[in-house]
């Protein structure tokens, strides 16, 4: 199982894609503006994800997603913002393609661990996960304001990944395994060890610190 490539067919990040205001954006993200590091996030979204999935091995597409993925690093990259150090341009989305790499690097590892050990998992989500995060954009981005800023159903698919990066630890592991797993409250709450009434109201505290999160990456 590889764990990623050496060479790779595009360049990191060019600096006629760098944005304009990184500079600016960088400082007030490291002084807890939020809004301000999903708008990197946001931008860098596309080249993000796109490294992701050449780098993504086969075999690790049954284990795991690249959405698990980009949800993994976002919430890194908001937790360690501040200690990020701007090296001129491009920097900065290269030390998110490091926390990316380095989050494949450890589902790749854990996936060879679970192998050696018998007892691998498979990522196959049920047809009905697609629709079930259809419909948690339709619940968390669907005001008019929100949904008009977020133009494209991929560039609103893009945004939820952001903010689900944003979420404490229980309000995203609520969400995954309810929207992208597509497992019902009994499921869910088996899997978090919970009563299917406090993944209920989990679950409802969650979609709304996303709609809130929402908002601020589409202003």
């Known amino acids: ?49 796109r490294r992701l999935k050449y780098r993504l091995p086969r075999s690790l597409a049954r284990v ?14 908001f937790r ?5 150090q701007p090296r001129g341009e491009g920097s900065f989305f290269a030390w998110i393609d490091t926390i990316a790499q380095r989050r494949l690097h450890n589902a790749v590892t854990n996936a060879s661990r679970q192998k050696r050990g018998g007892a ?10 697609e629709t079930s995060v259809r419909d948690l ?9 929100t949904a008009s800023r977020l133009a494209t159903q991929h560039e609103m698919e893009s945004a939820l990944n952001v903010a689900i990066g944003q979420l404490p630890d229980d309000y995203r592991e609520v969400i995954r395994l309810r929207f992208f797993e597509g497992l019902d409250l009994a499921g869910t709450a088996a ?12 679950t409802d505290r969650a979609k709304q610190r996303l709609r809130e999160a929402l908002a601020e990456i589409s202003g």
């Open 191 to 202: 899997a978090m060890g919970k009563t299917s009434a406090a993944i209920r109201a989990l």
């Open 137 to 145: 954009l339709g619940q968390v981005a669907g005001d008019d304001a």
């Open 64 to 77: 795991t997603s690249v959405d698990d993925i980009l949800q993994l690093t976002y919430a890194d990259v």
């Open 1 to 49: 199982m590889r764990s990623c490539v050496a060479v790779e067919p595009f360049p990191l990040v060019s600096t006629m894609h760098v944005h304009p205001n990184e500079s600016a954006l960088v400082a007030a993200a490291q002084a807890g503006d939020r809004a301000a590091l999903g708008q990197l996030l946001m931008h860098y979204a596309d080249a993000l994800e």
């Open 80 to 84: 360690d913002v501040q200690q990020f």
């Open 120 to 129: 691998q998992a498979h990522f196959d989500p049920p047809a009905a996960a």
